[in-house]
């Protein structure tokens, strides 16, 4: 981080819309589109009456720069204008530079010829002058509150993108941070991704954002892994906080695109309700939603996706759409949903994420990419009530403080996670550990107090694992591995196969404990329908109990999510029906009863015991 100061320290938190004007689409800065300022200035003037404070402008480079080194001056003119018409209505703008990918369509400079925006030293200058030259025009306006380098970048040539390293990547984010911050050095840098940042193997995420200010997401249930069954499921409304979940365990998380496609007005509604307020709730600092109003227009790249034209909060003739309504309810309970920073407390939980959780298979050694198991880790965690960080495995002393670490279905295990553990057991903590590989997962003998006997193909006698009276099915396929027999050694087996051999182990390491899994049971989990029918966060409450930990509030409905915050919580019901549930505060014994709608949200406050 190179010090910028990020939305939401030193101005209310970012919450806004991404922008094309209905009449331009992305014509906006084009001599094909007819400039009127006059239509700028009535949507912003909107979008503030609306309650919203931010508004995002998308650069499309081959406008600015129709030939290498000549700049378009009239277009940089209208940027300039668009973003001192947005200071005069009280936005402030995130200016996306470098615009190439937009609606699933490369909208590409005419002379680039296919080269590499990464590793063509010529393209290299190319991006680094032109941000040093949007930076230097506006660099007399007060309200940019972020540069987005490149939104999802990596889609402009995701062949090549998938093969750049981690190092590559970071220096180009260097490289062009740099260029912005000599006209804007107080203006923080972003860079946008798709959910391949985090749920797949994209050098371009959350973890290799070192040189950025903030760690932008994108919550779109449609296009992310795993067995989202719909937009209004609980998974689908659960995305988007996770997101910024695992980016806040790398920086200051920041949501510049959350919406939804195919679905009606009242999806639509109901997917921004819950999944906003549960982001802000987790510790964003932004959020931007997709996007203002639907599109007129038709140009480029509406004939190849007209459907993209419809998913503004806004329809054609202006009226505002129901999601339009939830934005603005939101806004204006931002400071209360966000309550206190998430950086001020520390939870007793830390979901871990491994160094190589999200490692590309490099060879045959490899299993792939494994946070899928982390969104269900946090899922689970979310649904028995547990308060948690995500913390990453390669910060100093990460893991201090924590009672309880997770570590979902490991794929791929170091020596330096395995120090970690050890250090956190030598402290007195807990560590919960399933593994969800034999080969290059399982920690070792010491820690499993197991050693592995051997594996097979066919899980006969290992379909399911039994705990306390209570039995949980196993799926091996979903979980993508071989089913394995171990030999106690100094852990206790509490879990069983219907073959009798141990599933789960508690094993005492120095001052802490190991509580083992030998089955991928977060990973397995990932089958449409599965987890709500499954009871699995039943097992992460057996296991917070073996560590002494409770929920601080608790309610009797999963899906109902719990944010605490000091004396007062924010409490998303992500299911789809409405509930009623009495908040429970442990230390006090206070109790409130709550309804919630399908997909609401509230800010409840910790009644006085006896009032």
Known sequence: MNGATPPGQDRPLTIGVTYHPSWAGCQIWSDSSDWDAGALERDFVAIA?????TVRLFVFWRDFEPAPGEYHGKAFARLHEAVSLAGQAGLGCVVSLLTIWMNGQRLDLPWRDGRSLWRDEEMLRRQEEF??????????????????????IGNV??????SLSRDEVAAWHGRLAAAVHRHKPDVPVIQANDVSGVLGPSPFGPDNARSLDLIATHGFP??????IESTLSYKGTNLTSFLVKYAAAFGIPFVDELGSYGVNEATSAGYLRASAASA?????????????????????PYLQRPTERFVGLNRLDGSAKPALGELSRIAEFAADLAGIDPMDRRPPVALYLPERSRAAGGSYLDSGVGTLATFYAYLMLKRAHLDFDIVAGDAPHALDGYRLVVCPSVTAVTLGDLDRLRAC???GATVYYSMGDHLHGFPGSDLAGAELVDYALVPDGKTSMALAGEEWRLDWRTGGADPTTLAATTGDPIAVYPDGSPAMLVNRVGEGTVVFCAAPFERQLDQPGRLAGSGAEELY???????GVLPQVDCADPEVEIVPAGRRVVVVNHGTAASTVDLVWRASGARVAVTLAGKDWAVVDEPEVGS
């Open 222 to 227: 449609t296009w992310a892994p795993g067995s």
């Open 157 to 162: 040539d995701p062949v090549e993108a998938a």
């Open 49 to 53: 009456e609306a309650g919203l404070n």
């Open 541 to 547: 409450r057996r296991v917070a109990g073996l560590a």
């Open 131 to 152: 941000a040093d030259a949007v930076s230097a025009w506006l660099s007399d306006v007060d309200n940019v509150v972020a540069f987005d380098l490149g939104d999802e």
């Open 425 to 427: 057991l030598d402290r």
């Open 280 to 300: 802000v709730a987790n510790g964003a600092s932004g959020v931007l939603v997709w996007c203002w109003q639907d599109i007129a227009a038709t140009g480029e």
